[in-house]
């Protein structure tokens, strides 16, 4: 893997960690796609820093349960503003 990759998957890695953020947030901070920064931290981490890797998966599995609520809060917000 070349080097500039390796820098960039840690860097996703450390700043989802860090700011608790979704892969979403992470892939336009670092201005990938979202795709490319899912296959960063879930499968090139591994083979980089599998404890890394450990810590990104327990957020990553924070952020899948509540993304439901997440999306309610959106759409509540959304129709908040249409009738006003």
Do not use: C, W
């Amino acid at each position: 893997m070349k080097t500039y990759i390796e820098e960039r998957v840690i860097d996703i890695a450390d700043y989802i960690i860090d700011n608790n953020a979704t892969v979403r947030k992470a892939a336009k901070q670092f201005g990938v796609s979202k795709s490319t920064a899912h296959k960063d931290v879930t499968t090139r981490l591994l083979e980089i820093d599998p404890q890394l890797a450990a810590k990104v998966r327990k957020i990553l599995d924070i952020n899948k349960q509540e993304r439901h609520i997440r999306g309610g809060l959106a759409t509540k917000e959304k129709y908040s503003h249409m009738t006003r």
